[in-house]
């Protein structure tokens, strides 16, 4: 039995190892010159936006809203669909989530429905990009100006996606992306945060290392309480070589998403995600089960592809049916599109490390699998 395809896997090479090595042969592992030269080309990447490095995409979120000024009172419109950090850092800073459902073509949030929950406490608009599927920024920059709402972006699966040529990251206001292990290019765990200004940018400074101003005679002050968010320089060698190499990976995800679309057998009955190859980066790619067609439900779907050597993950069950929303008054039936996203998809292997045949091998199993399943 050959090795399981993972569904993700990150592509780190000898650049990476040999960088690491640099930094733990040099005597100074924690923040320092490696973390200011990564956000140094961030910001590049990002167009010159200030940008700060985190110890993670959740944390990025958090500090984020708290710069913002969001706090116990004030309401967040968000999608139930994503990552549930995405909303837990929304009751991290004391205040409220508003859920709007997804839209069933693109599975972000349904810009045409956020006007109807927007209300005299909402101060921030939360959107997601599911699988690098860039929300429309045009939309979404039009709503936040009429209202006068605060926008933070998740970007955390949206790296080197791009709005009608813009890049994400390089315009809008508050900008937060994920270097996890599983995303487009990674720093094993860690984050950022794009920003409008420098002002912004040292506020966040503090926010990320226990409130500290340092001044230039060597002497400190503490103004606000600073939580402890700040990277390693150990991840930070890392990030910049995988920035260097992020829009080779973001190509060949591309080109495998273009192969699943050739590959992948229609007649099976499967909703594929929208065919973008010009905007998203690729980072999933996730087809909805037929489920009414099928004896089997998604997890005997994923054993047995298993069983062919494919591993299969779900990204994500719509997080307002989690424990910790149900108890704040969230019902099954409140949205029903991120609902049933969330209880068909699956997602496939994709990443950049993966050969054109182990795309074939995937759509075969996945006939297979499904063929077998059919009432
Ligand atoms: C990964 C992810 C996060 C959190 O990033 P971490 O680095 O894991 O904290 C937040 N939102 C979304 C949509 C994500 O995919």
Redesign the pocket.
Known sequence: MTEVLPFARPLIGDDECAAVDAVLRSGWLATGARCREFEQALSSYFGGRPTRVVT????A?ELALRLAGIGAGDEVITCPL??V??ANVVLAVGATPVFVDADASTRNIDLGRIEAAIGPRTRLLLP?D?AGLPVDRDRLAAIAAHHRLRVLE?A??SIGASWRGARIGSFGDLV?F???A??NMTTG???CLVMNDVDEAHRFEKLRLQGVTRRADGSMEVDVLGGKANLTDIAAALGLVQLRRLDAFNARRRALARLYFEHFDRSLGFDLPPADFEQSNWHMFQPLLPLDRLRIGRGEFIDAMRGEGIAVGV?YPAMHLFALYRARGFREGQFPVAEDIGRRTVTLPLHAGMRDEDVVRVCDAVRRVTTAALR
Do not use: R
């Open positions: 993670s995409g959740t944390a979120l994503s990552w950090a995405t997601v599911l998740d955390a699966q937060s994920s270097f996890h599983n995303k765990e860690g984050g990204h």
